[in-house]
């Protein structure tokens, strides 16, 4: 062989040597803990998942979880770890991660035993971002959406009671931005924006605390437009549900400074509305 040939030939031997040597480094750089809980059974990564769960060690319960969903999709395992994971999601406040899951495994197996429970979650997801009434309610509106499915879909499971509290306090919330801005408009005297919010209060939200102010805001807002039989409607209906409210005595004194008394006009809306009110 001639002295080129030779020196050929180490090339070739040493590219191959090369080619060798990065391909054990490739080896080496893999992940060899995925590489290891990919071959773990379902069964074994959930019951991981659960342990870590019970010794609060949530993130790594999450991790197990995913892993039986990635890697056993279609198991039984799947399943459980779905709902599961919603939950450990849902303790580590990663509350969209946490609408997600639910929302997906709710859509997987409606008919599940678990498919309440994961619903439940979702609402009490959406709950836990509630704002201040000076804020935005998107999350509360989606609070009572989520949960009024618990009750209507799943009517004789563990979560209806808490669901329906759940319920009552995002409709507060809703009557009580309502309220707010209600206010903003009556300081401004945009009375008839006021009364749109008050309206609102009353026909929408009945059973909330905030249903006596807005029936005393709106024989005010009345009063002051020259509506007032629809006045006089307001604090009778008010009076009538709430006898001992203050808010029934400022209006009966709104009206009596103008030599006007509370008288129910029954073809008014309010007077409608005022069946349904709680105090009556």
């Known amino acids: 062989m ?5 020196r050929a030939l180490l090339a070739v031997c040493a590219l191959g040597a090369s ?12 992940d060899l ?3 290891v809980e990919q071959t773990d059974p379902a069964d074994v990564l959930y019951n991981q998942g659960l342990a870590n769960l019970n010794s609060g060690r949530l993130k790594e319960a999450s991790a197990k979880f995913e892993a039986i969903d990635r890697q056993h999709p279609y198991s039984e395992f ?6 599961m994971n919603t939950f450990a999601s849902y303790r580590q406040a990663k509350f969209e991660e946490a609408i997600n899951s639910g929302k997906r495994y709710v859509s997987l197996y409606p008919t599940s035993e678990e498919a309440a429970y994961a619903q439940y979650l979702v609402g ?11 804020q935005d309610q998107r999350e509360a509106r989606r609070t009572v959406e989520a949960m009024e499915e618990v009750v ?22 809703l009557a009580g931005k309502e309220m707010q801005i209600g206010r903003y408009y009556l300081e401004r ?14 026909e929408e939200f009945p059973n909330t605390r905030h249903v006596e102010e807005a029936l005393a805001r709106l024989t005010e807002a009345y009063y002051a437009l020259g509506l007032v039989s629809e006045a006089q409607t307001a604090a009778a209906v008010l009076g009538h549900n709430f006898p001992d409210s203050k808010w029934y005595k400022d209006s009966y004194a709104l009206l009596q400074s103008g030599g006007l ?6 073809g008014s809306w309010i007077s409608k509305a005022g069946s349904a009110i709680l105090g009556g």
């Open 152 to 173: 209507q879909r799943w009517p004789d499971s563990e979560y209806v009671e808490d669901a329906k509290t759940k319920i009552r306090v995002a409709r507060d919330q």
């Open 33 to 35: 803990s995925t590489y």
């Open 261 to 266: 008394e509370p008288r129910e006009n029954a």
């Open 78 to 83: 799947a399943r459980k770890a779905m709902v």
């Open 2 to 6: 001639t002295m080129t040939g030779r």
């Open 124 to 134: 009490l997801s959406y709950y836990r971002q509630i704002r201040d009434v000076t």
């Open 189 to 202: 005297r945009e009375y008839i924006a006021a009364v749109r919010r008050f309206r609102g209060v009353v």
């Open 19 to 30: 080619l060798a040597l990065s391909a054990c480094n490739a080896e080496k750089d893999l």
